[in-house]
């Protein structure tokens, strides 16, 4: 079960964007679009924010948008908000077992 | 409202069993698909296990398997997470999760439950 690459870290500045990637393989991102995006504040409970590649939950705000190339899926977040800083992971299924990225820490500049 | 509340965490000697349990409400519980997800201290999200709304199909990750057994019981609304064998590297927050579709995406996370294994 091999994870989903993210990087560690991630910047932007109030009220820009910043793209987060999420990559896996052909067999897995590149075959099925069920990459979903979580927030998690420090001592919170992970938060959807994104699931099947692009489809917002009621009540995330539409600067939160995914998307997916090839075998990368990529979280965008336009209008920064201070509120948006917080680790950020990707998750699919994969052969019936969940596998999440390593995480991305977003800073909020 | 949704609400997911993990119980049953606590201190535990390496070699021991712990039983963990999530209680559901808000929603018709036998309606759906329900996770384990922990999280180490300072770590990423991990995937435990998953069963499916009438309990006919369970799964796990191939570092639990074989020690943790995952249940539920759908009279009682509540989802069940019984750990055996207990390593030092299970030490974890252990998350109840609502799995939606064939993307096993979730919904809806409990707040957690720390579980510590050490002598």
């Known amino acids: 079960q091999s994870a989903l690459t993210q990087p560690p870290s991630a910047s932007g500045s109030l009220g820009q964007s910043v793209t987060i990637s999420c990559t896996g393989t052909s067999s897995d991102i590149g075959s099925y679009d069920y990459v979903s995006w979580y927030q998690q504040h420090p001592g919170q409970a992970p938060k959807l924010m994104i699931y099947e590649v692009n489809k917002r939950p009621p009540g995330v705000p539409d600067r939160f948008s995914g998307s997916k190339s090839g075998n990368t899926a990529s979280l965008t977040m336009s209008g920064l908000q201070t509120d948006d800083e917080a680790d950020y992971y990707c998750g699919s299924n994969i052969d019936n077992t969940v596998v999440f990225g390593g995480g991305t820490k977003l800073t909020v500049l | 409202e949704v609400q997911l509340v993990e119980s049953g965490g606590g201190l535990v000697q390496p070699g021991g069993s712990l039983r963990l349990s999530c209680a559901a409400s808000g929603f018709t519980f036998s309606g759906y698909a329900m996770h384990w997800v922990r999280q180490a201290p300072g770590k990423g999200l991990l995937w435990v296990s998953r069963?499916?709304?009438?309990?006919?199909?369970?799964n796990y990750a191939d570092s639990v398997k074989g020690r943790f057994t995952i249940s539920r019981d759908n009279d009682k609304n509540t989802l069940y997470l019984q750990m055996s064998s207990l390593r030092a590297e299970d030490t974890a927050v252990y998350y109840c999760?609502?799995?939606?579709?064939?993307?096993?995406?979730?919904?809806?996370w409990g707040q957690g439950i720390l579980v510590t294994v050490s002598s």
């Open positions: 069963v499916n709304n009438d309990a006919t199909t369970t």
């Open positions: 999760a609502r799995g939606r579709g064939g993307a096993w995406y979730y919904d809806y």
